[in-house]
Structures are given as structure tokens and as C-alpha cells.
Nanobody, 125 residues
Framework: QVQLVESGGGLVQAGGSLRLSCGAS????????MGWFRQAPGKEREFVAS????????EYVDSVKGRFTISRDNAKNTVYLQMDSLKPEDTAVYYC??????????????????WGQGTQVTVSS
């Protein structure tokens, strides 16, 4: 069965860093694109970053460009989100998800078919 398990969230002061991890199992990880999304209380789930499976092309929402870096280690079946220069507005539950194909919009959550349970990231002022 497909499983995605996020870890690495926590409480950090503004300007600090966190590294999120998402361990995957139950499928051939190296053949799937992966994404990170986040959801703050009362807000819609938002695309954060994605990484494709073929050549590792990445996409980011404008608000995190230059601060966040998505990467993957196929040998470990793990996708990472390195978050630097964190801001209070980054506070949210962060989810990893599996892209269902390799041609649809990587920013659209409707094209991801499996999701982790999420990990809380809280950035204080």
C-alpha cells in the first residue's frame, strides 16, 4: 500500500531553518514526481514545491522562491523540503504528495493521488 510519512516539522523563530522529509513506500518512488503543499488554518491547501521524476525539474510557488529547496533521494525513497529564512506566513501543516502522472499541472493538487498526514511547521515572530 502506498504510504507517505512526513517528518521534520516543529517550532522555529523567524529567519530560522527546517528540513522536512517525506518517506515513501508501496510504489516505485523513482518513477513518480512528488510535491509539497501546505495548509494554514482557514485557508485552502496551497502548492509549495514539486520535483519531477525524469530529470529533477523543480517548481516553486513565488512566495518561497529563493528560500525553499525541494530535493529527492531515490535510493532512500525520500523527498525533502529545505526551508530557510522562514517567515511567520510560512506557518502551516505541510503535506507531501505523489504526482499521478507526468504531464498535468504540477501546481494543481487535483493531480496528486496520494497524500501524507502532514507535519506542522510553526514560525514565530
Amino acid at each position: 500500500q502506498v504510504q507517505l510519512v512526513e517528518s521534520g516539522g516543529g517550532l522555529v523563530q523567524a529567519g530560522g531553518s527546517l528540513r522536512l522529509s517525506c518517506g515513501a513506500s508501496g510504489f516505485t518512488f523513482r518513477l513518480y514526481g512528488m510535491g509539497w503543499f501546505r495548509q494554514a488554518p482557514g485557508k485552502e491547501r496551497e502548492f509549495v514545491a514539486s520535483i519531477r521524476w525524469r530529470v529533477g525539474i523543480t517548481e516553486y510557488v513565488d512566495s518561497v522562491k529563493g528560500r525553499f529547496t525541494i530535493s529527492r533521494d531515490n535510493a532512500k525513497n525520500t523527498v525533502y523540503l529545505q526551508m530557510d529564512s522562514l517567515k511567520p506566513e510560512d506557518t502551516a501543516v505541510y503535506y507531501c504528495a505523489r504526482k499521478m502522472d507526468d504531464f498535468s499541472d504540477y501546481r494543481d493538487l487535483n493531480y496528486y493521488d496520494y497524500w501524507g498526514q502532514g507535519t506542522q511547521v510553526t514560525v514565530s515572530s
